[in-house]
């Protein structure tokens, strides 16, 4: 399937619409464009579950020469109230998974890349995993977070436990990434219906927006986006104490009209060669993307020079 979705010219655009590449330097030209729109960014280099520890420290290293990279681009677009550069890790791609040590391995390595990114005004969040990572995964960066306190932290308000994470967070004035959750989760820890995840992240977002931390509002639901706008008005919260983020190749006209109204915009950006898993969720995500990769990848070949715009 990966092979298929590489070598069809239709399924091709659509992999680059959502992954701008492979390559440190495909990345770095997206995000140059990003940042001359105004628009800030967070860098995700692909991968998870590593079990291996060469995996975790190259992925380490790959992450250090990318904080240096970003550190070189000019943000003077984008608009004051928090840092434009961003990277984003997953605990697992970092050696959470190596065993017994693997918590405190990964926890180290988190550190290194936080004290990298100190150095090149770069900041880190910390993406969240499938349910069985959480505890884990939020107990690293409470280890962390004292000594880099924009430390950033994923919740996925889709899990129960969710708000009471939230209200923690809130407390310590965290920088906290509301999603709505993008793993396929039992239904012994998760809302499975669209209706109650709705439900759960405003009960979140209000957590957030009635405290000391910075919300990041991570959707693409107009009725969040609109409820996250009304709330930040009644909470006296300007474009400096919140972001609207979303994620690379999705609701880019959105992003754009958030960003000329004066709103902190960061778009979350992934490169690799571990894109097949990222791209599978994203069709999940939206039966539209499903539905327009199945025609192309059906279609017959003398029709597929045709337009790839869903």
Request: hydrophobic residues 40%; glycine residues 6%.
């Amino acid at each position: 399937m990966k092979r298929t979705l590489t070598t069809s010219p239709l399924t091709a655009s659509l992999v680059q619409r959502f992954v701008p590449g492979e390559t440190r330097a495909d990345l770095v030209a997206a995000a140059r464009e990003l940042l001359a729109s105004g628009r800030a960014v967070s860098v995700d280099f692909l991968g998870e579950y590593t079990t291996d520890r060469a995996q975790a420290d190259a992925a380490v290293a790959e992450y250090l020469a990318l904080i240096n990279e970003l550190s070189a681009l000019d943000t003077g677009a984008v608009p004051a109230g928090a840092a434009p550069l961003e990277v984003s890790v997953k605990l697992s791609a970092l050696g959470q998974w190596l065993g017994p040590d693997g918590p405190v391995i990964a926890t180290e390595n988190l550190r290194v890349l936080c004290t990298k990114a100190a150095e090149a005004g770069v900041w880190v969040t910390v993406d969240a995993e499938d349910h069985t990572t959480t505890a884990s995964t939020l107990a690293a960066i409470r280890q962390v977070r004292p000594e880099f306190p924009w430390l950033g932290t994923v919740i996925q308000a889709y899990l129960y436990r969710s708000v009471d994470d939230c209200r923690d967070l809130a407390d310590a004035g965290a920088r906290v990434r509301l999603c709505k959750g993008a793993y396929r989760e039992p239904e012994t820890v998760a809302h499975q219906h669209r209706a109650d995840v709705d439900s759960a992240y405003l009960r979140c977002l209000h957590v957030l927006m009635r405290s000391a931390a910075r919300p990041l509002v991570a959707t693409h639901d107009p009725a969040l986006i609109a409820a996250a706008t009304d709330l930040a008005a009644r909470t006296g919260r300007g474009p400096g104490e919140l972001e609207y983020q979303m994620l690379y190749g999705i609701r880019t006209d959105e992003q754009q009209r958030l960003a000329a109204r004066g709103d902190f915009v960061r778009v979350y950006i992934p490169y690799g060669n571990q894109w097949y898993g990222y791209l599978m969720r994203r069709l999940a995500e939206r039966p539209a993307n499903l539905g327009f990769f199945l025609r192309a990848l059906t279609a017959p070949t003398r029709t597929r020079h045709h337009s790839t715009s869903p």
